[in-house]
């Protein structure tokens, strides 16, 4: 376990609307959101602090956000410009120590144990280290500092904007008592409800349970929950991060029933997600297609693949076979995931008698296939990375309109056993 008050939380205020607030200076004061335009579902990805006045939050339909604040400016969002801004961040965070832990792109854990004759406290790091940040991105960032994950992140939340607070062992109880139980990770809606119904509405409420008998209501879950109301949290600052998951989705502006430019939008969406694959050096086994009904009725069907691929040829051909066992119907979303990922250094099964490539197999065919493929590819990415993005794509996809990411849909590893995080599916 880390030693006391050397790990960090450091959090961007409102990333991209403050960016957006940095490049156009007459933004500034104004009530600023960046998320998808209301005509097509869009939500609301981040939200000034004077849109927060109004009522305005992340993931808020962005009809409901103009209803609360009818002064709210809309900005459509750059992920290319948040991403350049993040890597400048990330850079900052690595002149300090090596031990960063992105979460996403606007917030990372830093374990600063032994820096301090480099640097000094903790707690001077994390004032250098936002300092570094206003002068070099003209951004402003909250900072944590406690002697565990969760305490750091909960202090980074408490200071916000432009904090820097520190929880220091023995001030644990006295910080967590009266806040509501909703802080612990883990706590969504729905478990906070079951809570109450027990009389548990403050943190101090849970941790005055009996750890047992919170594990028979609520499993390996109860016990989490359980420790972290008493400030236990035994995780290390881990500076790889091994993604779970990849996914592209998209929430269409009406119920959309054509099955074959559904099927384009499944082709956009494999594309994109083996880019994403290559990009981080990682091949995905599974396969899976989200699809929402007009009614919200939402249905998933998984396929995993007998070896890992980061093609969008391979990953569209299951989704394509995975959608055929979709209902018919009008969909308000489609989407795709990849995971079961894994590094493409990891060998694969070798071949048993190399002679027999003689007299080629089926198997064999198909791994010469896979090989010039993934040759043709790599020459692909190249020009991509040149030209950008449309400099080649699949000829079934020319003159389409290319679909826009989906606001917090880039890379991140959720935290575990928020069972409020799951949404009701339909598996096969």
Known sequence: M?????????????????IEERDDPRLSGRPVCVGGAPESRGVIASASYAARKFGVRSAMPTRQALAL????????????????????????????TPLVEPLSLDEAFLD????????????????????????????????????SKFLAKLASDLSKPDGLRVIEPGEERAVLDPLPVSVIYGVGPRTAKRLAALGVRTVADLASLPREHVMVRFGASGAWIHDLAHGLDVRRVTPR???????????FAEDESDREWLKKRLLEFSEELAYRLRS?????????????????????????????????VRIYAAARE??????????????????SLEDVRTPSQAQLFPAATLFPTPETR???????????????????AKFGARAVIPASLLGEVPTPPVPGSEPRVEFPLDEDSVEPTQRV
């Open 2 to 18: 880390p030693s006391p008050t050397t790990v960090l939380h450091v959090d961007m205020d409102a990333f991209y609307a403050s």
């Open 69 to 96: 604040c009818p002064g709210l400016v809309l900005v459509p969002p750059d992920f290319d410009k948040y991403i350049t801004a993040s890597r400048q961040i990330m850079a900052i965070f690595l002149r300090y």
């Open 112 to 147: 600063v144990s032994g820096t301090e004759r480099l640097f000094g406290t903790p707690v001077d790091i994390g004032r250098a280290i936002k300092r570094d940040i206003l002068r070099e991105t003209q951004l402003i960032a909250s900072v944590g500092v406690a002697s």
């Open 241 to 251: 991060r091994d993604e779970k998951s990849f996914s592209q989705e998209r929430t």
């Open 280 to 312: 981080h050096g990682l091949k995905a086994r599974t396969v899976t297609i989200k699809a929402r009904y007009g009614n919200f009725k939402t249905v998933t069907r998984t396929k995993t693949l007998d070896a890992g691929t980061h093609l969008g």
């Open 322 to 339: 995975l959608f055929e066992r979709v209902p018919a119907g009008a969909l308000r979303l489609l989407g795709v995931q990849v995971s």
């Open 366 to 384: 198909e791994r010469e296939r896979e090989e010039k493929l993934e040759r043709a590819q790599a020459g692909l990415d190249r020009l991509r």
